[in-house]
Structure formats: C-alpha cells, structure tokens
C-alpha cells in the first residue's frame, strides 16, 4: 500500500451556536445533504490520479476540496476513513512509459511520488488507505466472480481478446448520478476513454471488466485468464473492500460523474445490493488558456513546477480556496499573486504579536465550511479580523495562537513560515 508523510492537524476545542453537521451538495439528488454520521466513523472515497505525470492545479484543486472535508468531519469529532487508488496500471501511463522507453513501473513509481511530495507541501492529510491498481488486482477478481451470478458479466466473442464486460445500463439505478440520458452517456463515454462501438458488446455503454492479455503488456493470473483490471471496477472493489457498501462520499473532479462514478456505482449495487455511496460529491474544473486543465493536451500547470519558481504552498493552497469547491474557474498568474498577498496579511498579524478577540472569527470559519464548504467565506472572515487587527491597538496576544491553530487545523494553511 502506498502512503505519504502525516500531517499534524491541530485540535482546537468544541464550539456551540453553528451546525453540528456537515452539508454538501450530491449531484445525483442535486440538493444539499447532510454527510457523515452525527458520531463515530465518516467513510469517504476520492478518486486517485493515473500517475504518468506530474501534478497539475486541477488535480490540486479536487485534493484540496476533499482534504477539507476530512478537516471538517475532524473537528466535528468524527474518525475518518479516507480511501483513496493510484492507477498504478492503466493505457494512459503505459503510453507514456513507450513514448518516453521508461519502464512503467518506474514511471509510475516516480510520479506517485512527486504527487506525494506535492499533497505534503500542500498539508493535505494522506489517506487511511491509498492502495494502487496492482495491489488491489486480487480484490478486483474477486468482485467480477461476485458478479458471475447476476448474468451481468460476460466476454465478447473476440478469439483473440476475449475482454470481460458488464451490462452496465442493465444495472439497477444505473443514470441516477449523472441523470444523464442515453445518447448523452454514449457521447460521453467515447470523449472519456470508453468503447461505446467494441464489436461484440451487447450494449455500447458496456463497461471493461477485465483486459485480456496483449503482446508486451503487463499482465496477472487470474481465474478470468490472464489479463488487468478495467478502470471502474478497481475503484468499485478498492471502495468495497475497504470502506464497505453505502459510504458517506463518493468524491472526484466533476469529470468523473460520467462515466466513471455512474459506472462504479452500478456495479456496486450489482455486487452489494445496497447503493455504493449516500452522497455524490464533485469539485469544479480549473482551465487554463480558456480549456480546462488535462494531461491530454498539455494545458497544465503543476504545482511541483509552482514549487521550483518559489511559490510558497501555502499561497497555492490559498489560490485554490479562494474559489468555491463547485465553480469552475481559471487559473491566472493574478491568482497566486492575490493569494500571497493575502498569505502576507495574515502572517503580518501572527508577527505583530496581539490582535482583536478571535472567537467570533474561529465560528465563523466553522460555520461557513460546514455549510457546502464554502471556503471563500471562510477566508473572508479571517481577512476582515486580520485588517482589523493592524487597523486598531488589539489585546488579546492569546488569540493570534488560536487563529493560527483554527486557520491550520480547519485550512490547512500554516501562517509560521516553513522553513
């Protein structure tokens, strides 16, 4: 299992008078629903990267808005089950790995770990469990036998590449993440990496179960033959496996409502006979040159890249937090500079060494995060005290402590200066 260095997360005390639960918008009931438990463990699965190269801000982006989920369950008193896959295996990265003559293990191996290093300087809290395609091959055998019975699964009549599918639009519930109708699914499924016109599938949004071998590509024993997992049922079976059916929040950029979640979603209700997740929840798309950010074509900018310039991560973070979880909006030079400058502010308050009472401030970050995280809200209350405080004599030393915890622990934005 993969893994990356802990971060300490201050614990600040239980206050009363904002709501006790947090609320999230679902895209598949589009509302705002309550998620997470009232007490005791909150269970939550983010879609990993494909890791054939580097850590770009739209990855960034999703990251960060689910961190702040975790950061919310946690000052609510919650445990959190946070699981996360790396798609350790997959066409995206072998491509690359034969564009470039690596090997793909290393390519995976080195990208991973750069997207690491970047979730660290970020202070995103690592994953209970972040578990890669190869680890969970095993379980995601498993779950296609588990699947045998419902007469869903079967193989294409291909001599050569007899590939495993599953009727997916046959499942129960099957539409209701995305609400998305069929020729829509369709368009969709071709632009994302899907096989809508496979000769042999009985249905074109049919989904890969399991690859057959193919010449010069890696491949595992298994009871279906010799082959690798299919994109959606490693997710389906990393979830299962390690959160259980019916977890709080299915999380993921909002490109992944179709076909990857709608997907992943039937096949756990074929599997478990319960619903895969109680919440839907997607972060917005960052562009770049008028197109959102993607490796495809090449639009990115990388927070790795940021780092080597001397962006302080905690200014990149800021950027990120500046927009609403669920807008889709573009990235700009302006956009680290307006964070710096805010960064500035705060820490020029922590360094001045007394300021105006916090307690109102620390409920109002609170509060705005646990309603639908809205995090520019948040932000804004920490401005308006921190130009406060330089604007008046303040007197309460005590206080610019406790804002520097709460800013942490609920933000993650460290005001000290890393060194």
Not at 58 to 69: E, K, P, Q, R
Not at 186 to 202: M, N, Q, S, T, V
Not at 284 to 290: E, I, K, N, P, S
């Amino acid at each position: 299992m993969y893994s990356w260095a802990p971060v300490d997360v201050p614990r600040l005390p239980a206050s009363s008078g904002i709501p006790d639960r947090l609320r999230l918008f679902d895209t598949a009931s589009q509302r705002l629903v309550e998620v997470g438990p009232a007490r005791g463990e909150a269970r939550i699965y983010v879609c990993g990267i494909t890791p054939y190269d580097a850590t770009h801000l739209g990855h960034a982006n999703t990251y960060v808005t689910f961190d702040l989920v975790n950061r919310v369950w946690r000052d609510l008193g919650l445990e959190v089950n946070y699981t996360q896959n790396v798609t350790d295996v997959d066409d995206p990265l072998l491509e690359r790995a034969r564009e470039t003559g690596q090997d793909w293990e290393e390519l995976a191996e080195d990208q991973t770990e750069l997207f690491r290093s970047d979730m660290v300087h970020l202070r995103v809290i690592p994953p209970t469990h972040y578990v890669g395609a190869v680890e969970s091959i095993p379980d995601v055998a498993t779950l296609i036998e588990k699947l045998l019975p419902s007469g869903l699964v079967y193989q294409v009549d291909d001599p050569e590449h007899p590939d495993w599918y599953f009727q997916t639009a046959a499942a129960p519930g099957f539409g209701s993440v995305s609400g998305l109708d069929e020729q829509q699914m369709i368009e969709l499924f071709a632009e994302r990496g899907g096989d809508p016109g496979r000769p042999g599938k009985r249905h074109p949004l049919d989904c890969l179960l399991w690859r057959f071998a193919r010449p010069e590509e890696p491949s595992w024993t298994s009871p279906l033959g010799p082959g690798r997992p299919g994109w959606h049922i490693e997710c389906t079976a990393i979830a299962l496996d390690r959160l259980g059916p019916a977890f709080d929040v299915q999380g993921g950029g909002s490109d992944l409502v179709f076909p990857h979640h709608e997907m992943c979603a039937a096949e756990a209700v074929v599997a478990s006979g319960r619903p895969m997740a109680t919440a839907y929840v997607h972060s917005g798309m960052v562009a770049l040159d008028g197109e959102k950010m993607s490796k495809s074509k090449g639009n990115l900018e990388l927070v790795s890249r940021l780092r080597n310039k001397g962006a302080d991560p905690m200014a990149i973070r800021l950027a990120l937090l500046a927009h609403h979880y669920r807008s889709d909006w573009e990235w700009t030079p302006a956009e680290l500079e307006r964070a710096e400058q805010r960064l500035a502010l705060w820490r020029s308050v922590l360094n001045n060494g007394t300021g105006l009472p916090v307690h109102e401030t620390i409920a109002e970050v609170r509060s705005a995060l646990r309603d639908d995280l809205d995090a520019p809200r948040a932000l804004a209350a920490v401005d308006t005290w921190a130009a406060a405080s330089l604007a008046v004599e303040g007197d309460d030393p005590e206080g610019i402590e406790h804002l520097a915890e709460a800013v942490d622990a609920l933000l993650g934005i460290r005001l000290q200066t890393l060194v």
